[in-house]
Nanobody, 115 residues
Framework: QVHLVESGGGLVQAGGSLRLSCAAS????????MGWYRQAPGKQRELVAD???????NYADSVKGRFIISRDNAKNTMYLQMSSLKPEDTATYYC?????????WGQGTQVTVSS
């Protein structure tokens, strides 16, 4: 069983920055892809960015150039550095881990960007 815990959300003004963290623990085997998803009220959950064990990254067009995803494999921890935040970035951000044997979701952390 894999357990994911997010932290770092909060309230920030437009143009500000936040750093999210996701710590993974439990039965993690082999290569993994970790990702950040977000869900705003009334909208579907969407991929923000993901990163493989090898460090290959993928970003949603809406966050390219503003967000940076990274991970520390030794610590099983993933980060999302968010800059130039916009009100439309307001959402609950979820951490996800995928491996051959399955995947897991975190409980989510709220990010609110005020205009």
């Amino acid at each position: 069983q894999v357990h994911l815990v997010e932290s770092g959300g909060g309230l920030v003004q437009a143009g500000g920055s936040l750093r999210l963290s996701c710590a993974a623990s439990g039965s993690i085997f082999g290569t993994t892809t970790m990702g950040w998803y977000r869900q705003a009220p009334g909208k579907q959950r969407e991929l923000v960015a993901d990163i493989t064990s090898a460090g290959r990254t993928n970003y949603a067009d809406s966050v390219k150039g503003r967000f940076i995803i990274s991970r520390d494999n030794a610590k099983n921890t993933m980060y999302l550095q968010m800059s130039s935040l916009k009100p439309e970035d307001t959402a609950t951000y979820y951490c996800n881990l995928q491996m051959v044997l399955g995947g897991a979701w975190g409980q989510g952390t709220q990010v609110t960007v005020s205009s």
